[in-house]
């Protein structure tokens, strides 16, 4: 029987992800369960040693993995990153993984410093919404689907949590008015709400304190399988909760 | 909750494993043990009618089961591999087991391989809380496999595997499941038209059912993992639901995949149209609401089921009930006796 030890089947050859933020955490999980199905990955990350790491362990999956180290906030890492989605000429997944905190420890918002809230904006709203512009040509070929990650802080008003939760919360109606725009040009818009993870982000978020009771990353695979199956135009517009009760469709 | 709450002494003579009307001619031939506020009584299954009423509402599950047991031949040698739940286009989440009767944990790796048929699976990961079971992708779709080579999942307590018919009710319409909605299996066409010239009324939901219900292995009941299943409630059965439960009539569920699918889709106004992928598990803290009783089967110690049940009626009357099912012999499993709870 002839039978290669690396099967690639043309559907699974197909599908491509973008995923920033890539180099730990949910962005490494998520990137590790889609290469495990062989999907084509694009990843970045800020810190170039991470991130190679990263591949290295990726890539003993069989699956085929660029990766390019960068800001997601500077626009020529972004035009670097597309022109290599375009290269591979297609685009079925584009996560918006890679998020900024902001000032640490967190202050109120009443003496947030505004340069460092502009760099959460910058990276936690108009990266995602730039990496979507360029990608939209490939994302419309490709009739793909765009996760932005966001937070139970774009609704929870907690004290300390002012700048980056109100960065999320404009991801979140970002997301769902693209839903609504490109729903014609064929291209899905979702937000995800992972929910509480034990990652260094969350450490960061909690300097000093115990997250040991967070549940790992990988708690949130379910959530990626399900997905992988809905029409994208199906769940558009919609905001999910990864470790939520129920993933709904909408009739 | 704790999980030795849970624990009772279950003979294993008392498992089922054989289709009653293999030997009786008709599924209605199986006993009814009836558990409401005031006791709990013993009929057969042809007398459901007499415990039901007019305007009473039964919600069924119409999904459909699949032959979802297949052998696979891997780097173990061959063993078996039970389908649970599909998630996408050749994604699934699967048991493998060494045999129908030998559940593992096999040695199974990230990335190992498998054929399966004329596929060829891999392993991706496990699933995040319950190792035994694996998320597996496959280079071609795996339905028509089933087709052709699936068996209904059968586990040790049954000596031969029966056709998949024995493996529908009649309500079964949309395949999906991977274990058999077994609650409804008793009710034939005679005691559906009985309860319906009675004015029980009758509707449906969907959710497919994954393997076999687990073992809770945490100390804390609430804390164990569970899987999602996929489940539709539409607008006609939300809306006979709320105007049974608003003419004061009871609504009783044919099977705890009902009530999981019912509880995912209640708001304060009662239940609404919903459809997805439900994780939600039903224990005694989190209440059931919008049913008034189920029809189900005997279930296993410290299970989700059993949870479910407790969270219907409490626990000390679940097992009071079990006691009295021991005590008389009543039979457990999918091919086994009936179990009716009302509690009003």
């Not at chain 1, 918006?96 to 340069?115: I, R, T």
């Not at chain 1, 995602?128 to 966001?150: D, E, F, Q, W």
């Not at chain 2, 795996?142 to 087709?147: F, G, H, R, V, Y």
């Not at chain 2, 409630?233 to 049974?244: G, H």
Request: with cysteine; aromatic share 8%; charged share 20%.
């Amino acid at each position: 029987m002839a039978q290669s030890s690396n099967p690639v089947t043309p559907a699974q050859a197909e599908h491509v992800a973008l995923i920033t933020g890539a180099s730990r955490g949910l962005g490494f999980t998520v990137a590790e369960f889609l290469a495990r199905q062989r999907w084509t990955l694009i990843l970045t990350a800020r810190h170039e040693v991470p991130l190679l790491e990263a591949v290295k362990r990726l890539q003993a999956t069989g699956a085929s993995i660029r990766a390019l180290p960068g800001d997601v906030s500077q626009d020529q890492h972004r035009r670097d990153l597309v022109a290599t989605v375009r290269r591979v000429g297609r685009l079925n997944l584009l996560i918006n993984n890679a998020s900024e905190l902001g000032a640490s420890p967190f202050p109120a918002l009443v003496d947030y410093p505004l340069d460092a809230l502009r760099r959460v904006f910058e990276v936690n709203v108009l990266s995602p919404l730039a990496l979507i512009h360029l990608c939209l040509p490939v994302l419309r070929k490709s009739r793909g689907l765009v996760v932005n990650i966001t937070s139970d802080a774009s609704r929870g008003g907690y004290p300390g949590w002012g700048g980056y939760g109100s960065s999320k919360a404009a991801l979140d109606l970002l997301s769902k008015t693209l839903a609504n725009e490109l729903r014609e040009a064929g291209v899905g818009v979702v937000a995800v709400d992972p929910g509480d993870l034990r990652t260094q982000m969350h450490q960061d978020a909690f300097p000093g304190q115990d997250i040991s009771d967070r549940p790992l990353p990988e708690v949130t695979l379910p959530f990626w399988a399900w997905l992988e199956g809905q029409d994208p135009l199906r769940v558009s517009g919609q905001r999910f909760e990864a470790q939520g009760t129920v993933w709904e469709v909408p009739a | 909750m704790k999980r030795q709450e849970l624990l009772f002494e279950q003979p294993r003579t008392l498992f089922a494993s054989t289709p009653v009307e293999a030997e009786h001619g008709a599924r209605d031939a199986v006993r009814l043990l009836v558990t409401t506020p005031s006791g709990h009584q013993h009929a057969t299954f042809a007398d459901l009618p007499r415990f039901l009423s007019a305007g009473d509402l039964l919600v069924a599950n119409e999904s459909a089961t699949l032959a979802a047991s297949l052998e696979a031949r891997g780097p173990s040698g061959s063993y078996t591999l039970d389908l649970s739940t599909r998630y996408a286009e050749g994604l699934w989440l699967a048991e493998p087991r060494w045999d129908p009767a030998h559940p593992g944990p096999m040695p199974i790796e990230s990335g190992e391989e498998a054929r399966v048929g004329d596929a060829t699976v891999r392993y991706v990961a496990p699933y995040p809380g319950i190792p035994r079971l694996w998320f597996i992708t496959a280079d071609r779709p795996l339905e028509p496999i089933l087709q052709r080579a699936g068996v209904p999942i059968h586990y040790g307590y049954v000596q031969q595997v029966w056709p998949l018919d024995a493996y529908q009710s009649l309500f079964s319409r949309v395949p999906g499941s991977a274990e058999m909605p077994s609650a409804a299996r008793p009710i034939t066409s005679k005691i559906r038209e009985a309860l319906e010239a009675a004015g029980v009324r009758f509707t449906s939901v969907l959710l497919h059912s994954g393997v076999s219900s687990l073992e809770i292995e945490t100390d804390q009941v609430e804390e164990q993992a569970v899987y999602p299943e996929p489940f539709e409630v539409s607008s006609a059965t939300a809306d006979l639901v709320n105007r049974t439960r608003d003419g004061g009539h009871r609504v009783i569920a044919i099977g705890t995949t009902v009530v999981r699918a019912l509880e995912s889709t209640w708001t304060p106004d009662g239940v609404r149209p919903r459809q997805g992928f439900t994780r939600l598990f039903v224990h005694p803290g989190n209440p059931v609401r919008s049913v008034d009783g189920l029809l189900t089967g005997f279930h296993d110690p410290v299970t989700s089921h059993l949870a479910m049940l407790a969270a219907l009626i409490g626990l000390p009357r679940v097992m009071e009930a079990y006691r009295e099912a021991i005590a008389n012999g009543y039979r457990w499993h999918e091919f086994g006796d009936s179990h009716l709870i009302l509690r009003k």
